[in-house]
């Protein structure tokens, strides 16, 4: 099944989103989003569409579970969706395992029209027709249409309650077998640390269980296929360079604890203008002076500094980026158009691909190498989505994440 091309003209929407603060503050942000939502699929009219959540069910997943519930039915029931009459949903809600928990919500939706559509069983190795409409959630290490893990937590000891893995499931759509990848990777503990080293330390991290997820999905266990891995990846820039260019012409002062003598803030001025500050840096805080300059062109100019896929530059392709930075956009819904000062913008939300995947998008079915090749469908049309939770937070979103 994996070398056959899908039909002509699929069209594909994979959507990822860290929804932590829908939970958090669900009468201000959830109707918003939803409406965001709807009209992305509305736009796109996707014949298979995958949603992928991380940190679903907010902070305190106990506490949410009345929203979880709530949002989950939403989705499933509402006449925005009513044309997707089969719907897989996956959501870890086993909260109280800390060797297990990493609060993923994997959402697939299947348009009517589309036909003879199965899913994976990893257990039974053999593929399942998808007919109706099923949630799976609590345990998901028992479910056989997925493969779940947690990161162990020696990929992040300074973080005792980590929450970080990956879903995986398998598709069978017309012919065309492909892995789909829900992933939520390591942050930046502190911005302090992360300024230190270039790259920094964080991103070795990332790369370690970044690598880790792509060994696992084309191990010797099953048939290799495409593979599609969308999700919070939390890359960050290049700290460390952002940080010397945005303060080129700036004076730096350390700010050390009286007791410990330990470095907790960087302050940047301007050497002239009245010393200006340009930079203040603490663990928490990132607080830049003009805010335009992330979104601007869409951050273009702070391209250069996005580094940590280059890693991975032959096992991983991603479409061009054509949106702003996706994190931290404020959680205050009335101030959904602005960054928070806590870390410096950058693109953590992403879709990224094998090169298989990427020539299913790309690659127009039956090339001959004749003129004619680019005028024909591709044998996969894919829209890529992230949703940033407060980007719609003032129902009036400032970007959409849009790839391809």
Known sequence: MAGKAAAPGTAVLLVTANVGSLFDDPENLQKNWLREFYQVVHTHKPHFMALHCQEFGGKNYEASMSHVDKFVKELLSSDAMKEYNRARVYLDENFKSQEHFTALGSFYFLHESLKNIYQFDFKAKKYKKVTGKE???????????????????????????????????????????????????????????????????????????????????????????????????????????????????????????????EVVKLIFRESDNDRKVMLQLEKKLFHYFNQEVFRDNNGTALLEFDKELSVFKDRLYELDISFPPSYPYSEDSGQGRQYMNTRCPAWCDRVLMSPSARELILKPENTDGGGLAAAREPVMSAAVIGLSVSDYADGNPQSCCLRG
């Open 135 to 261: 949630i799976y959630s609590d345990t998901l290490e028992s479910t056989p249409m997925l493969e779940k893990e947690k990161f162990p937590q020696d990929y992040f000891p300074e973080c005792k309650w980590s929450r970080k893995g990956f879903v995986r499931t398998r598709w069978c759509v017309a012919d065309c077998a492909f892995d789909l990848v829900n992933i939520h990777l390591f942050h930046d503990a502190s911005n302090l640390v992360a300024w230190e080293t270039s790259p920094s330390v964080y991103s070795g991290i990332r790369h370690k269980a970044l690598g880790y997820v792509l060994d696992r999905i084309i191990d010797q266990r099953f048939e290799k296929v495409s593979y599609f891995v969308f999700g919070d990846f939390n890359f960050r820039l290049d700290s460390k360079s952002v940080v010397e260019t945005l303060c080129t012409k700036a004076t730096m002062q350390t700010v050390r604890a009286a007791d410990t003598n």
